[in-house]
């Protein structure tokens, strides 16, 4: 089966700018996650959705972070206004039937 | 709360040397154990899973064992090559309701020289 896309692999913004990265999962996965992964440190849960429905979000900043999935199948990220913090790599996953996750490559964010 | 607690990098070792990296774990329940592994401008990816007590998780000469009394799942491999530089991700699961949220420790960084 084909794996998780994301895109874009590189975004350099302005601090204050807006950015949104986008995630295609595997077909027929219900379970969707984005990750954070701050340069050493290991990834942290953003946001999970169920088909359309959002499971957890506690972690997610929504003063600034969006993110939504359309029809239970693409999902986007979207950050306004970005800060210097922010700065990272997204990552988007799906649960598998045994348990564990196939992440995408992820999208390396730089907010200068 | 979970949480995990890996050894600090960077771990530099010579090819065919001993690899030992360490991990011990909170959680609430039982949880599931991972080592997930990232190569350099790639995607993480699973390198091996146990999911009860006593458990081995073995992969490309990698093995871990779920160590329940004392809460660690220590990855270790007999003789690791150039190809296994990478960082490393110990993490867990604990299983119940539609919450199958992975928790990662902060990784560690292994280089192998030839």
């Known amino acids: 089966e084909a794996g998780v896309a994301q895109s874009p692999r590189y975004k350099i913004i302005e601090k204050r700018q807006s950015v949104a990265f986008w995630c295609n999962p595997i077909?027929?996965?219900?379970?969707l996650y984005w990750y954070q992964q701050i340069l050493g440190q290991g990834p942290k849960l953003l946001i999970q959705?169920?088909?359309?429905?959002?499971?957890?979000d506690s972690q997610l900043p929504k003063d600034r972070f969006s993110a939504e999935r359309l029809k239970g199948v693409d999902s986007t990220l979207k950050i306004q206004p970005a800060k210097l913090e922010d700065s990272a790599v997204y990552l988007c996953?799906?649960?598998?039937?045994?348990?564990?996750?196939?992440f995408g490559s992820g999208t390396r964010l730089t907010v200068v | 709360g979970d949480s995990v607690t890996q050894m600090e990098g960077p771990v530099t070792l010579s090819e065919e040397a001993f690899l030992t990296i360490n991990c011990t774990y909170t959680a609430t329940g039982y949880p599931s154990l991972f080592w997930y592994v990232q190569y350099p401008g790639e995607g993480l990816q699973l390198l091996l899973k146990?999911?009860?007590?006593?458990d081995k998780g073995s992969n490309k000469g990698f093995e871990a064992t779920y160590r329940k009394e004392t809460t660690s799942f220590h990855l270790e491999k007999g003789s690791v090559q150039v190809s296994d530089s990478a960082v490393y991700f110990c993490a867990l699961r604990v299983s119940g309701g539609s919450n199958y949220k992975l928790t990662f420790g902060k990784g560690t960084l292994l280089t192998v020289n030839p």
């Open positions: 996953a799906n649960l598998q039937g045994w348990g564990g996750y196939t």
């Open positions: 959705f169920q088909n359309n429905g959002v499971v957890d």
């Open positions: 146990a999911t009860k007590a006593d």
């Open positions: 077909s027929g996965h219900a379970t």
